[in-house]
C-alpha cells in the first residue's frame, strides 16, 4: 500500500533523529541498536488497526469515484450533451473532493499517531539500554543491537 511505504520511509528517516535526545553513555556496551520498523508496522496492533481504518475510507471513496466516473462516460457514450457531462463532472469534484480530503486528513492523523508511539517506544527502550543511537535495520550492514522485539512487546502491551 502507497500509504505504508511512505510512512516506512517518514519512520526510518526521523529514528536518527533520536541520537540527540537519548543521553550519553559510558562506551562499556553497544551504543548504536537498530530496529525493523517494517517489521513493527506488520506486528503492531495499533498500526494494523488503523491501516484497516483508513483502508476502509480509502476503499469507500474508490468506490464512489469509479461510481461517479462510470456515469461521466455512460453519458458521453450515450452522447449527452457537453453542458450536460461537464455538469455531472463538475458535480462528482464536487462531492468527492471533501471525501478525498478526509481520507488524507485521516491517513496523516493516523501515520504521525502511530509514528509518535514508535518513537517514544524506541526512545524507552533505548534509554532503558544505554542507546545513543537507533537506525532503521535497513541501513544496518554489520553489527549493532536489535531492539525490535523489545519495542514491539512495548507497544503492544499498551
Given at each position: 500500500?502507497?500509504?505504508?511505504?511512505?510512512?516506512?520511509?517518514?519512520l526510518?528517516?526521523?529514528?536518527?533523529t533520536?541520537a540527540?535526545?537519548?543521553?550519553?553513555?559510558?562506551?562499556?556496551?553497544?551504543?548504536?541498536?537498530?530496529?525493523?520498523t517494517?517489521r513493527?508496522?506488520?506486528?503492531?496492533?495499533?498500526?494494523?488497526?488503523?491501516?484497516?481504518?483508513?483502508?476502509g475510507?480509502a476503499?469507500?471513496?474508490?468506490?464512489?469515484?469509479?461510481r461517479?466516473?462510470?456515469e461521466?462516460q455512460?453519458?458521453?457514450?450515450?452522447?449527452?450533451p457537453a453542458?450536460e457531462?461537464?455538469?455531472?463532472?463538475?458535480?462528482?469534484?464536487?462531492?468527492?473532493?471533501?471525501?478525498k480530503?478526509?481520507?488524507?486528513?485521516?491517513?496523516?492523523?493516523?501515520?504521525?499517531?502511530?509514528?509518535g508511539?514508535i518513537?517514544?517506544?524506541?526512545?524507552d527502550v533505548?534509554?532503558r539500554?544505554?542507546?545513543?543511537?537507533?537506525v532503521?535495520?535497513?541501513i544496518v550492514?554489520?553489527?549493532?543491537?536489535?531492539?525490535?522485539?523489545?519495542?514491539?512487546a512495548?507497544?503492544?502491551?499498551k
Amino acid at each position: 500500500m502507497h500509504v505504508l511505504t511512505l510512512f516506512r520511509a517518514a519512520l526510518a528517516a526521523t529514528l536518527v533523529t533520536l541520537a540527540p535526545a537519548l543521553p550519553a553513555v559510558a562506551a562499556e556496551g553497544p551504543t548504536l541498536a537498530f530496529v525493523d520498523t517494517q517489521r513493527l508496522l506488520a506486528q503492531y496492533k495499533e498500526a494494523l488497526s488503523s491501516q484497516g481504518e483508513l483502508r476502509g475510507k480509502a476503499e469507500a471513496y474508490q468506490r464512489e469515484l469509479l461510481r461517479r466516473n462510470d456515469e461521466i462516460q455512460k453519458a458521453q457514450k450515450a452522447s449527452k450533451p457537453a453542458g450536460e457531462v461537464e455538469k455531472m463532472t463538475k458535480e462528482a469534484e464536487r462531492v468527492l473532493r471533501p471525501k478525498k480530503e478526509a481520507v488524507e486528513a485521516l491517513d496523516r492523523r493516523l501515520t504521525e499517531r502511530i509514528k509518535g508511539k514508535i518513537q517514544r517506544a524506541i526512545a524507552d527502550v533505548a534509554r532503558r539500554k544505554g542507546i545513543v543511537t537507533v537506525v532503521d535495520r535497513q541501513i544496518v550492514l554489520f553489527g549493532g543491537l536489535d531492539l525490535t522485539d523489545e519495542v514491539l512487546a512495548r507497544l503492544n502491551a499498551k
